[in-house]
């Protein structure tokens, strides 16, 4: 049952709205765009089983995808399993006054549009796309496998990525491409919760690469955010020639102002830190008045002079192993991609034709209007 609110509203977080079904940072500002629209917000996430008949075979399980959207602080509610074509009875359903989704479109699997019914009815409104960020963008620079892929986007081999997943010389779809991302202090404004700690906060501290924003991340943080009554997280940020250091091959896939909003849009994160020192020192620590240290079960580099990067916390007695229970890496999630990239990529590129062939009747539509 719903809380009594004055304005309820649900919008559809498809990941495969977007290519490849990938949680990123877009999907998280569409979200709280639409949050900004009311004072409640539904999201509905669709099973594998939808996703697979329309759009093709989705990256993230079903149980996966319901966790992640979950774990974004601007939604109140999800639905599991909901319906692909959304209806007006779905609306209802569920109390909601209107729903909402991007500026691009999302199709069947015979090509109609699945908000035809709730727009003739006046209960849609839309978002803006977030520039700059998308699963085929994403899937290119994981396929890349090089450690300059976010800088390189002239590439050869990038251009040739993109031409298979995203907008290349024979495609033209302005909803299925790439482009590049420019981080701006609004946007950063925008995803911060630009809460102070307060008396009596545990404050905690984590960091990482936290690099394509995954399940295993959320389970994490959660974990970390139960370790006291009232937490307040903070998580250092590594830059990504630091990250590339430790993880080497092609890493990190999302460069540090995108993995910024991907984090800051968790609920369980207080706050970010940008470029934060490899090291856990004692001036980090004592400038945030740090309570509590913890890191994951997954292996702890070395610095580059060989020194354990968590020896100040250990000596102070604050720092703690976590164990979330979920052994998911973004190593697992590139190799998901790179085994599956065929059917990836007949998945966008059957995409691209169902919108094109919109695109051109939209495009008759207005010759005919305008001949009349």
Known sequence: MLPSISYCFFILLVSCSYSYDMVHYGHSNQLRQAKSMGDYLIAGVHTDE??????????????????????????DEI??????????????????????????????????DTYAEVKRA???????????????????????????????????????????????????SPWTGVSQ????????????????PQPGDTIIYVAGAFDLFHIGHVDFLEMVYKQADKPYVIVGLHFDQEVNRYKRKNYPIMNVHERTLSVLACRYVSEVVIGAPYA????LLDHFKVDLVCHGKTEVFPDKD?????AEPRRRGIFRTIDSGNNLTTDDIVQRIIENRL????????????????IEAMKRREHQQQEV
């Open 50 to 75: 939808e996703i697979s008949k329309h759009k093709g075979p989705p990256v993230f399980t079903q149980e996966e995808r319901y966790k992640m959207v979950r774990a974004i602080k601007w939604v």
């Open 79 to 112: 639905v599991e399993g909901a319906p692909y074509v959304t209806t007006l009875e779905t609306l209802d359903k569920y109390n909601c006054d209107f729903c909402v989704h991007g500026d691009d479109i999302t199709l069947t699997v015979d090509g109609k």
């Open 122 to 172: 006046g209960r849609y409104r839309e978002c803006k796309r977030t520039q700059g960020v998308s699963t085929t963008d994403l899937v290119g620079r994981m396929l890349l496998m090089t450690k300059a892929h976010h800088s390189n986007m002239d590439n050869t081999n990038y251009q040739q990525h993109t031409d298979n997943f995203g907008r290349g010389a024979t495609v033209h």
């Open 181 to 196: 991302f420019l981080q701006t202090s609004q946007k950063i404004i925008q995803f911060a919760s630009g809460k102070e």
């Open 280 to 283: 856990v020192g004692k001036d």
């Open 306 to 310: 060989g020194a354990d990067p968590y």
């Open 343 to 358: 059917q990836f990529e007949a998945r966008n590129q059957k995409k691209e034709a169902k919108e094109m062939a919109v």
